[in-house]
């Protein structure tokens, strides 16, 4: 089975300033990585993926995160935040069996707090 | 496309009162879930379908909680008797893909339940 552990509750962070959230994982088995953001009142979106080749990976709103197996963490990274990025952030990890319905595993997310 | 649609967004109800939670995946996705989302245990997987079959339910709580998807289009997930600590927020979301092969959840707004 796999697990995830986001280390911060809470993040609070100056606009323009960079920014860092920590996920790690377990799993005896190699995996795929996520991060999923959740606005307020809405769903949660994909960020971000990791599957496969480059361990570092770009998604979308400038956020990246760099898959590093052998400290088995996935941190998400912004050079420069915006008051817009204040959010609910989710470490989300899966095996990567290639048969049989593999289930998303979800951490307990880390709020994002930009001020001014 | 419309994306995962859930109603209601919003339920306050009486313990002891049934509650249904409805959602419409988006058309041609085989796959639907149903999370619930809590502060204390964060986002917990309680059902999923695929190509309307239950498939593994193995996160629902208790026999309170029911969920069907009686075609490829709907599901309802219902509590019966609700308790106050089914409060939570209930997502609903939906993938398409072959098993083992990622496909992208795409998550709906959510219903937040109140149960007083």
């Known amino acids: 089975a796999q697990s995830v552990t986001q280390l911060d509750s809470q993040v609070p962070v100056f606009e323009e300033a960079p920014v860092e959230l920590r996920c790690n994982y377990s799993?005896?088995?190699?995996?795929?990585l996520f991060w999923y953001v959740q606005y307020p009142n809405q769903g949660l979106q994909l960020l971000l993926k990791y599957l496969s080749g480059s361990t570092l990976v770009k998604g979308i709103n400038g956020f990246e995160a760099e898959f590093n197996k052998s400290q088995t963490s996935f941190h998400l990274r912004k050079p420069s935040v915006h008051i817009s990025d204040t959010a609910e952030y989710f470490c989300a990890v899966r095996a990567a069996k290639s048969t049989g319905f593999q289930k998303l595993v979800f951490g307990t997310g880390t709020r994002l707090l930009v001020s001014p | 496309d419309a994306g995962v649609i859930q109603s209601p967004r919003h339920e306050v109800t009486e313990m002891g009162q049934e509650v249904t939670l409805r959602c419409k995946p988006i058309?041609?996705?085989?796959?639907l879930f149903w999370y619930r989302q809590t502060m204390m245990r964060g986002l917990e997987l309680l059902i999923y379908f695929n190509n309307n079959v239950p498939i593994d339910d193995s996160g629902m709580p208790e026999d309170r909680f029911s969920a069907k998807m009686p075609n490829a289009s709907f599901s309802t997930l219902k509590i019966q008797p609700s308790e106050p600590r089914d409060s939570a927020v209930y997502f609903c979301a939906s993938r398409r893909g072959p098993a083992g092969v990622f496909g992208e959840q795409f998550f709906g707004p959510g219903t937040r339940l109140t149960v007083l």
């Open positions: 058309s041609g996705h085989d796959y």
């Open positions: 799993s005896s088995v190699s995996v795929y």
